[in-house]
Structures are given as structure tokens and as C-alpha cells.
């Protein structure tokens, strides 16, 4: 191994044990009180450090809304590999929009910190793209060849709405458990299909 390749695996690291930390002490603190005293204190490392590898407070939160959706995006990915059917597709794709673990108020507030700023923010709206185009893309693999193409664009808009809505509230405090998400937007999806429909799902 080289020493760039060894020193650019290191950074990596590095980063990715900030990021971790940082994570750590946003759910302890909240946005306000995720310094970056904490931050290095909860890595353990000097102060210093986290200037090498972010650019400030708001580099962070990025790095860490990006994490919390690529393990969104694996908890989706992990029940889908189990599914049998389409409708236990669209369990897996409801069931992964809400965590463990994730589905919390803190991690709600940071994502909704992104959205706010994704309207002047184009990496924030970047990031917000390939959430709700990775979402798109899995409710088509459930829904293709069963609704027609306008019929399919208003129930993934109504079901992609309300997981969001869903994530508001649990950043007001709302006491809703990933369950609970889960029960909701699925409830909204049986009451948009019709009955041939959900029997094509399940078949």
C-alpha cells in the first residue's frame, strides 16, 4: 500500500469517527449544543482536528444528515431483500422510512434543518433529490405493471408526503414509535388501493 493510499484510508477514518461522535452528541445536546469542544471530546481527539476535516458546524450537520440516510436507505434495502411479495415490498419500503433508532426527535430536526435549507442550498437539495428519488424508484418496484403511470405518481406523492409529515411531527416531540410511522403510511396505502389492487400485491 502506498503511503497517499494509507494516509487517504486514515482520513477516511477519521472523518468517519467525527461524524459518529458528532452524531453522539447531537442526540445527547441537540443542534445548539453540538460544539465542537464535544465533538472532539466524544472522538478523542484535540479540538483542532475537526477544522482539518469540516469546514465548520453546518459541514458536519451535512455529513451527518448523509449518514443517517445512507443507514435509512440500508434499513430499506435490508427488508426488501426479504420480501416475498410486493406488498411485502411496500412493508419493507414503509417499515425502513422509520429506524430504530432513527425515528427519533434530534435526528428529525437536523433532517428538517435540511430541508429548510436545501431551497438556497444546492448540496442540501442535492442530498434531498436522491432521498426522494431512491423512495420513487422503490415504490416503483412494487407498484410497476399493477397502476398506471398517473395512478402511481399520486399514491407515491400521498405516501412520500405523509412519511414526511410523519417526520415533522417526531421533531415537534411527538411520542410516535417507528411502529406507529409505519402503521400509518401503510393504513393510507390500503386506503388509496383498491381491493383487486392490494390482491395483485400480495399475489
Same mark, same amino acid.
Given at each position: 500500500?502506498?503511503?497517499? @493510499?494509507? #494516509?487517504? #484510508?486514515?482520513?477516511? *477514518? ?21 460544539? =465542537?469542544? +464535544? ?6 481527539? /484535540? ?5 482539518? $476535516? ?15 440516510? !445512507?443507514?435509512?436507505?440500508? @434499513?430499506?434495502? =435490508? ?6 411479495? !410486493? ?24 433532517? *428538517? ?8 442550498? %444546492?448540496? $442540501?437539495?442535492?442530498?434531498? !433529490? ?6 420513487? /424508484?422503490?415504490?416503483? /418496484?412494487?407498484? +410497476? ?5 398517473? !395512478? ?17 411531527? #417526531? ?7 417507528? %411502529? ?24
Amino acid at each position: 500500500m502506498t503511503k497517499i @493510499a494509507f #494516509r487517504t #484510508r486514515i482520513e477516511d *477514518l477519521r472523518r468517519r469517527e467525527l461524524i459518529e461522535a458528532a452524531h453522539r452528541v447531537f442526540m445527547q445536546h441537540g443542534l445548539g449544543g453540538m460544539t =465542537t469542544k +464535544r465533538i472532539c471530546d466524544e472522538a478523542g481527539m /484535540s479540538p483542532g482536528i475537526l477544522s482539518y $476535516y469540516f469546514k465548520g458546524k453546518e459541514d458536519v450537520l451535512f455529513a451527518m444528515v448523509r449518514l443517517n440516510n !445512507r443507514l435509512l436507505m440500508e @434499513a430499506v434495502a =435490508t427488508g426488501l431483500a426479504q420480501a416475498t411479495t !410486493r406488498w411485502g415490498r411496500l412493508e419493507a419500503i414503509i417499515a425502513g422510512n422509520f429506524p430504530e433508532g432513527l425515528f427519533e426527535p434530534n435526528i428529525a430536526n437536523a433532517w *428538517l434543518s435540511v430541508c429548510a435549507a436545501s431551497a438556497t442550498n %444546492q448540496r $442540501y437539495a442535492r442530498l434531498q !433529490r436522491i432521498f426522494y428519488a431512491r423512495l420513487q /424508484s422503490n415504490l416503483a /418496484s412494487v407498484f +410497476r405493471d399493477v397502476l398506471p403511470d398517473a !395512478r402511481f405518481k399520486q399514491i407515491a406523492l400521498a405516501l412520500g408526503t405523509m412519511i414526511d409529515g410523519l417526520w415533522l411531527r #417526531r421533531a415537534t416531540g411527538e411520542p410516535l414509535t417507528p %411502529q406507529d410511522g409505519a402503521v400509518l403510511v401503510l393504513g393510507v396505502a390500503v386506503a388509496l388501493l383498491t381491493e383487486a389492487e392490494r390482491a395483485q400485491l400480495a399475489a
